[in-house]
Structure formats: structure tokens, C-alpha cells
């Protein structure tokens, strides 16, 4: 059977854009569906705009570090739709920059909402397409559980372009979407009330690093509530909204949602056409993220692995390596690292404490540091900044490497590297560290806390 297209995407977010860009140009006739703003969550309620508003929520707390440098900054004032207006001037040229590689890689772009109607078949505005192989690239989106007052709530999409900002919010969700907005907020001089159903925040990082934060977003006046859960939301005619919460109330502006999301799957025609979905309904896929059906495949937030743009990437170019280039590689899900832009950020790559005794129990020794950065001796800021290092006792081999503060993220990245190469302890040691910087302390921590 001649097919019109070697491969036929559906959906322009990082893993599908990558995935038909490497593909065409390795000589593959690609299309791409898309019947959204080009780049996914990540370009345009994700990652990026989020990013910018952290940039914005901090200088808060520079004009106020100023002073101890000197600094004198009168009539400080913020703006929100100054903000907000830039950000999305900023998305829409990352918008056009996204068509353009598109097509520059000779990739056909088809605008519109896809329909898989058979193994090889899509349909887009009517008109069918048909594909040696479909790859299935749709992402992910936020979704507010339903109970009384729900529609008074917004999810994450929606705060990205607020009309105004609120005077007093609360975020409900304890995963690092949750955190971070609540920094966000705090930094814009919103007063802030995080809930959270369980006992702490961000499960699944090291414990250590969740109680760090804990105590660090307490300082800065953001209002914890762990433990609780909201059974309702009632609205005033004046547009104050309270949400019902375990025997007491809370008023506020603004309640949003950041418990979770689901796969973006709807009107896919998946069922139809024999796609298996997992229990969780994000599409259930191999190794080499082939779908139940063979000619079918799926990357990215939609098989709800790790839900982080550059895994999408590794994985769309997985599928190209296979599929294209007939290789047989699987993606690596091990050493990779992660950010969370609250304030102060987290950076972690590998295995947290507990992980990693429970993989090796009895064999780990932990090394860490908690300080004042040298900013903050001068800037007048109570932040303090936390590392820490999880070694495997026998081997020497740094198991994970965690650190709460400034510009975490950006030093954790170099690290991952390192882990990636099976770095021992013995080379941190060895290693010369960067002075005066925070980051030097990885290299100089000595003394182990635990063993």
C-alpha cells in the first residue's frame, strides 16, 4: 500500500515537533496536525510563561535585598497586565519560531482537530490522510475534580491570563505546579494559602528537601494548610469566593486547582481504532512507545511517564531512531534531573535518601550543608540554602544530588552529568570548586550527616 506520509504527528508540542523535524530531515515525508497554538503546554502554559513569572515574582525580594547593597528604590510598584501582556508577546513569537522550523525542515503542517479513523488513517477538517505510521503526541492538560463550587475554581491554563490579579489566593495541590504558583503569587504581594491534601508537599522528592522548602515558603508568608481538603466553594454577589474547608472557611479572589492532569485524549478516536489505554487513561505504550496498535505510536505527556519537556524530546527522537534510522533504542529514565521553581529552587537529580536505602539498605551514607549565601549576609534576606549528596557507602558512587536555592536548577544540571558518568564521592572531593559560590560546596562537603 503508498501511503501520503512516511509519518503523520498529531500534535505540535516538544515531543511531536521534535519527532517530525528529525524525521524529515532524515528524508521521511512528515505531516503534523495541530489544532492549537504551536509548542505545546510547555511554549504556552507551561514551562515558559511560568519561568518568565517567576523572573517577575523575585524581583520582589531584589528591590528589597537592594537596600543592603546601598540601593535606595522608591515607589515600587507592579503592574500585572504589564507582565502578562509581555509574556504572551513573548509566546507568540516562540509561536511563528515553531512554524518555521516546521516548515523549514520541509514538514506539512495541517491545522486543525485529528481524528485517527483507521491504523494508517487521520482525518483533519474532513480531509483524510494516510501515513505509513501515526504517532500520537497530544500532551497533557490540567483538570479540576468536580464537587460542589468546582466551576468557581481555574486550573493553570487559565492563570496564565488572568484579567487581574487577586489580593488574597489559594492553590490547592501539593505537586510542584502547586508550589510553584504559589511562589508566583507570594512574590506578586498576594496573600497566599496553600492546601494540600496530604501531610507534606512534592512526594516523591527527598524528604530532607520538601521539609527545607517547607520551612523556607513559611518564612517568606505563604500560609500552609496540609492535611486539608476543600468540600466547598460558594461565591458572593461581591465575587469573594469561600472555600468550605474542614469545619472552618477561607475568602479569597481567586481558588486555583493544580491537582493533577490527565491525558489529552478526547475526540481522538483511539477506541475506535483499538489503542489500549492504561487504568490511568494516558495511552499505554512499550519500550519503544508502540502503541497496541503497531502502526501507531505516542511520546510525551499522553503515555504519562515523566511528565517533563526534555523527556518528550528524548522520546520523540527515540521513535525517529527507530522508526527511521531502524535502530532499536529505548530512553534511559534513570539520573534525570528536574527543577522546581519555587522560591527558593529546587534542583535534584537522582536518587533521594530514602530511594536510595531502599535499594541499597544498610549501604548509604549521606553528605549535607545548610547555609546563608553570601548575597544574603549583605541583603538583610533570611533565605538559606541546603545541599546534599546520597553515596552509596561500598562503591563511593554519588547515588543523588539535591539542592535548595539560587539558581539550583542551573547547578544541578552539571551535576546530572556527573551522575550520569557514575561519579564517585572520591572524584567530587577531588574536584577544584568555583569561589566564591554556592556551588562549590558539592566538592567541599566532607563530614557525612548520616551513614
Known amino acids: ?32 496536525a495541530e489544532k492549537q497554538a ?12 511560568k519561568k518568565l513569572f517567576v523572573y517577575g515574582a523575585h524581583i520582589s525580594e531584589e528591590v528589597e535585598a537592594a537596600k543592603g547593597f546601598g540601593w535606595t528604590i522608591n515607589d515600587v510598584t507592579f503592574d500585572w497586565p504589564t507582565l502578562r501582556d509581555n509574556k504572551t508577546k513573548e ?7 515553531y512554524e518555521d522550523l516546521l516548515k523549514n525542515s520541509g514538514v506539512e503542517l ?42 468557581h475554581a481555574i486550573d493553570s491554563n487559565q492563570f496564565f491570563y488572568m484579567e ?35 501531610p507534606l508537599f512534592l512526594r516523591g522528592f527527598d524528604t530532607d528537601i520538601r521539609e527545607f522548602v517547607k520551612a523556607e515558603l513559611i518564612k517568606k508568608g505563604i500560609h500552609l494548610h496540609f492535611e486539608t481538603n476543600i468540600q466547598e466553594i460558594t461565591r458572593a454577589d461581591s465575587g469573594v469566593l469561600t472555600a468550605h474547608i474542614d469545619g472552618t472557611s477561607i475568602d479569597a479572589d481567586l481558588v486555583l486547582y493544580a491537582t493533577g492532569r490527565r491525558a489529552l485524549i478526547d475526540n481522538l478516536g483511539l477506541d475506535a481504532v483499538g489503542v489500549k489505554l492504561q487504568e490511568n487513561d494516558f495511552i499505554k505504550v512499550d519500550d519503544y512507545y508502540q502503541t497496541s496498535v503497531p502502526s501507531i505510536y505516542a511520546c510525551g505527556d499522553v503515555v504519562g511517564r515523566m511528565q517533563l519537556t526534555p523527556v518528550a524530546l528524548a522520546e520523540g527522537m527515540a521513535i525517529v531512531d527507530n522508526l527511521i534510522k531502524g535502530h532499536k533504542r ?19 537529580v537522582g536518587l533521594s535518601a530514602e530511594d536510595a536505602e531502599r535499594q541499597f539498605p544498610g549501604d548509604i551514607t549521606i553528605f549535607a550543608s545548610e547555609f546563608k549565601h553570601l548575597k544574603h549576609t549583605l541583603s538583610g534576606l533570611s533565605e538559606r540554602t ?54 562549590e560546596e558539592f566538592v567541599t562537603m566532607r563530614t557525612p550527616v548520616k551513614s
Not at 38 to 49: E, I, M, R
Not at 91 to 97: D, F, P, S
Not at 119 to 137: C, D, F, M, R, T
Not at 178 to 194: D, K, Y
Open 330 to 348: 529505548k530512553v534511559d529514565y534513570s539520573n534525570i534531573a528536574t527543577a522546581v521553581f519555587c522560591q527558593p529552587n529546587i534542583g535534584t
Open 164 to 198: 487581574t490579579l487577586p489580593k488574597k489566593a489559594i492553590i490547592v495541590g501539593g505537586g510542584y505546579i502547586a508550589v510553584e504558583f504559589a511562589g508566583i503569587l507570594n512574590g506578586f504581594g498576594v496573600e497566599t494559602h496553600l492546601i494540600y491534601r496530604g
Open 110 to 151: 495541517v491545522v486543525g482537530e485529528a481524528k485517527v479513523i483507521s491504523p494508517h488513517e487521520v482525518q483533519v477538517a474532513g480531509v483524510v490522510y494516510s501515513a505509513k505510521n501515526i504517532l500520537v503526541a497530544t500532551g497533557s492538560t490540567p483538570y479540576i475534580p468536580e464537587f460542589p463550587g468546582s466551576q
Open 91 to 97: 509566546i507568540e513569537r516562540l509561536n511563528g519560531i
Open 1 to 32: 500500500m503508498e501511503f501520503q506520509f512516511d509519518l503523520f504527528v498529531i500534535g505540535a508540542g516538544s515531543g511531536g515537533v521534535r519527532a517530525a523535524r528529525m524525521a524529515a530531515t532524515e528524508g521521511a515525508k512528515v505531516a503534523v
Open 38 to 49: 504551536l509548542g505545546g503546554t510547555c511554549v504556552n502554559v507551561g514551562c515558559v510563561p
Open 386 to 439: 541546603y545541599m546534599k549528596l546520597v553515596v552509596q557507602t561500598s562503591t563511593d558512587k554519588v547515588l543523588g544530588a539535591h539542592m535548595v536555592g539560587s539558581d539550583a536548577g542551573e547547578v544541578v544540571q552539571g551535576l546530572a552529568i556527573a551522575l550520569k558518568c557514575g561519579a564517585t564521592k572520591a572524584q567530587f572531593d577531588s574536584t577544584i570548586g568555583i569561589h566564591p559560590t554556592a556551588a
